[in-house]
């Protein structure tokens, strides 16, 4: 299965109510919202000044600049741009093109000749933006009645946080800086009123960067066999940029509900459905749908209208009695009142949602365990459920090119990835070993350690795998000297080279 190595390359961190469509596919929506505290939405919804005459216009806020200036206490975000050049994965961060190498779409190579057509924009303040930084871990939102606080990005499924073009020492809140985003009324049809360059989005009613052509809405990350990270346009989804409203769409049939089954948003209902992690159809917009009914069940009884930060954002998931309700992936996350009493809303008493752990201690279906992160607690679960696995079976359960690894002090174990993405040798699975000390990247490819004779070229040396060798043991490694590191290494790597010794290998540059 491929990765998308771009959360953990950038350092980004997860998003509240992130609608980044990317995952390892680059088409499912991971929505890692914050629980609500008091159930689902209820009563009447309307926009909260949204609507005034003066919001989103030129020169105010969530609006374009005019002559490069803003309203007093705004600040005029231009464009982003490489020498007057859009913004793209190539010029931006170097990455290549890429190409499958297989029917399965899981090996890739370099293009040598890249296609414009397939360049991936990354869009960012499209054509000026009138805003002001802003805190989205505040109680109370700062951006006044014509904006929210917000740190998504538009039409990016590579999960790019805003604060990440903003300098560290320019960022007001560090890794909790957002921006004020102009508020919309969504229009499956139009833009929802947002400037040129902006499209309303369904899950938030914010304006958010259009989508500059089809391959901003398939893009992905992948590593190519070259080990070199790449960006690869996923072919035959389905999904285009629509030059009318400014956003990723696609078909599918009326009948797409919330709760079925799915792999891809393009699974679910168009223009406001969403494939949830854990692969279940969800739908935005139920706080203004005409079937949500007072008490906030909604696509036809089928779910429950949850409240979702925004613009009286909202979205549609599926309703639950007990997790076995749900989609595998998923636990029924009770609803409960202001004073944290369970409720019961038409036959429902929970939601189905990819989350587990926490103080509710959410548990996962039969089959499945909830795997946490190694610091857990809190109000917010923070686990996901995944289907276990047998670590002493022989044969083993797993998928080719997965192994199954132990979970410490349990007689289970999850199915991992081999051949992944990793920092450094301990995100690697069954003795495999990290290339990121001899690539140019800040991550790697897991691989099997080497053997003598087995490098490519015949000149590379394998380093033993043993504690002598250090973070290169098991590697093919370039040798080099320091009076010729410039032809031996390139620009992107240097030599190092022992204490005593003459030749050494050529590693990864160290950051600036």
Do not use: H, K
């Not at 002559?67 to 020498?83: D, N, R």
């Not at 109370?140 to 039409?155: F, L």
């Not at 009324?185 to 960067?209: I, K, V």
């Not at 001899?438 to 000149?459: A, F, K, N, Q, Y």
Request: proline share 5%; aromatic share 4%; glycine share 14%.
């Amino acid at each position: 299965m491929r990765r998308s190595a771009w959360f953990a390359l950038l350092s980004a961190v997860a998003i509240a109510g992130s609608v980044g469509c990317g995952d390892d596919d680059g088409t499912v929506i991971d929505v890692d919202a914050q629980l609500p505290d008091a159930g689902p939405m209820t009563g009447d919804s309307g926009t909260d000044g949204g609507g005034a005459s003066a919001c989103g216009t030129t020169g105010r806020v969530g609006g374009l600049c005019r002559a490069g200036a803003c309203m007093e206490g705004l600040e005029c975000i231009q464009e982003f741009a490489v020498s007057g050049a859009q913004l793209t994965l190539r010029n931006a961060f170097g990455y290549p093109q890429a190409e499958a190498t297989d029917a399965t779409n899981e090996t890739f190579r370099e293009v040598e000749t890249p296609n414009p057509a397939n360049d991936i924009p990354i869009t960012f303040a499209n054509g000026s933006l009138c805003t002001e930084q802003c805190d989205v871990s505040a109680d109370t939102d700062m951006c006044g009645s014509c904006a929210r606080c917000s740190q998504n990005i538009g039409e990016d499924n590579l999960g790019v946080p805003v604060w990440l073009f903003f300098q560290t020492a320019d960022r007001a809140y560090g890794e909790d800086t957002g921006i004020c985003r102009g508020t919309c009324t969504f229009d499956p049809a139009t833009n929802g009123g947002c400037p040129t360059g902006y499209s309303c989005d369904p899950l938030t009613n914010l304006c958010f960067e259009s989508c500059r052509n089809s391959a901003q809405c398939n893009g992905t990350i992948v590593i190519t066999e070259e080990n070199n990270f790449a960006g690869w346009v996923v072919p035959d989804t389905g999904v285009s940029c629509s030059t009318t409203t400014g956003r990723c769409e696609w078909e599918n049939a009326a009948t797409a509900t919330v709760g079925e089954a799915c792999d891809a948003t393009t699974d679910c209902a168009a223009d406001i459905g969403l494939c949830l992690r854990g692969g279940t159809c969800a739908e935005a917009q139920c706080a203004t749908a005409s079937d949500t009914t007072a008490e906030g069940v909604c696509d036809g009884g089928r779910g429950i209208c949850l409240p979702f930060g925004g613009n009286d954002g909202s979205l549609c998931v599926d309703g639950c009695a007990a997790t076995t309700d749900c989609q595998p992936g998923n636990t029924c996350v009770p609803l409960q009142d202001t004073s944290g009493n369970p409720i019961n809303v038409g036959g429902f008493m929970g939601y189905c949602f990819p989350l587990c752990g926490g103080e509710d201690n959410l548990t996962c279906r039969a089959g499945e365990a909830c795997e946490l992160e190694p610091a857990t607690g809190g109000e917010v679960p923070t686990g996901t459920c995944r289907p276990t696995c047998d670590p002493a079976a022989t044969p083993g359960t797993c998928e080719t090119g997965e192994t199954c690894v132990a979970v410490e002090g349990e007689t289970y174990g999850f199915c991992e990835t081999l051949g992944g993405t990793c920092g450094d040798s301990t995100d690697c699975f069954l003795d495999q070993v990290c290339t990121a000390d001899i690539v140019s990247s800040d991550l790697g490819r897991c691989v099997d350690p080497c053997e003598d004779g087995m490098c490519t070229p015949d000149t590379d040396v394998c380093q033993p795998n043993v504690a002598a060798s250090g973070t290169l043991a098991g590697l093919c490694t370039t040798p080099c000297t320091m009076a010729t590191q410039a032809t031996d290494c390139g620009a992107d790597r240097v030599c190092r080279v022992a204490a005593g010794a003459d030749t050494g290998s050529c590693v990864r540059r160290p950051p600036a």
